[in-house]
């Protein structure tokens, strides 16, 4: 379970705050999309959740315990537990799939024996059947930079996966990609979320996906929690609420 109690955060030099007194529980096996214009903090809340974003004051609570409390090493060790995909994938172009993958263990292993490649048979077993699992069986061996969006957001995925994530965290993980394409990763995100029992936390500006796909959604608006429910019941006004103007259906 993550917690949030009051949390609020300023980025140093910046009069308004990136979140304000943010409230908010996520329960292990809810897909939460969050919903918000650019800037409203999507991706802070995001970031404050791994422990890459200090907060300016309130408290972050994992399974009852404040992040706050914990070392460099403790905080080290809950972002290996957490999956992290991007809009731009983050991947190395040059490594192939099977590398990218691989690259997932780098929170358990010692960073010389990452760097070096050096990686166990069953570990390399593993990355494989994860490739099955994101329908990229057969691409193991070929580079990153030859395959398409999608294909490259389905080696993120598998990435994440080979972290074996308690968490799944996305920031905007569509956003690069087209509507049938990002349709299909969402469908990925949500099979994986459910064959894994994860948290799943995805910054999403696609609303017809957010409906879609969420078991429940937020909307942040200038650092502010809006609106918290199921998809149904986010009618068009509390969308407009959200983004402050009518959207075109
Ligand atoms: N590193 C930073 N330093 C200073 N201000 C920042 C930094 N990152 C974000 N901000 C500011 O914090 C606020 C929230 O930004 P954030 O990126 O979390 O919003 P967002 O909802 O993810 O936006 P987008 O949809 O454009 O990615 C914005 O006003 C932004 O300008």
Request: aromatic share 8%; with cysteine.
């Amino acid at each position: 379970m993550i917690e949030f109690q009051d949390v609020t955060v300023y980025y140093p030099k910046s009069n308004e705050p990136a979140l304000s007194h943010i409230n908010l529980t996520f329960q292990q096996g809810e897909f939460v999309c969050v919903l918000g214009p650019s800037g409203a903090g999507k991706s802070t809340m995001i970031r404050t959740v791994n422990a890459l974003q200090p907060v300016t004051a309130g408290n972050i609570f994992i399974d009852g315990q404040d992040l706050d409390n914990w070392t460099s090493l403790e905080k080290r060790q809950w972002r290996s537990r957490t999956g992290m995909i991007f809009q731009h994938f983050h991947l190395i172009p040059r490594l192939s799939v099977e590398q990218n993958v691989l690259t997932g263990l780098f929170g358990y292993k010692h960073p010389m024996a990452a760097f070096a490649g050096v990686f166990s048979q069953s570990e390399k077993k593993k990355a494989r059947s994860i490739l099955q699992q994101v329908g990229l069986g057969e691409m193991a061996e070929r580079r990153v930079e030859w395959l398409s969006g999608g294909q490259k957001q389905r080696v993120g995925v598998a990435r994440a996966l080979m972290q074996e994530p308690d968490v799944f965290l996305g920031d905007e993980p569509v956003a690069s990609l087209d509507p049938g394409t990002a349709q299909s990763i969402f469908a990925l995100l949500k099979d994986v979320h459910v064959r894994n029992d994860l948290t799943t936390i995805i910054n999403v500006h696609d609303v017809a996906l957010a409906r879609s796909f969420a078991t429940r959604i937020v909307g942040l608006s200038h650092g502010k929690v809006i609106f918290d429910g199921k998809p149904d019941e986010l009618t068009e006004s509390g969308l407009e609420h959200i983004y402050g103007t009518v959207l075109q259906a």
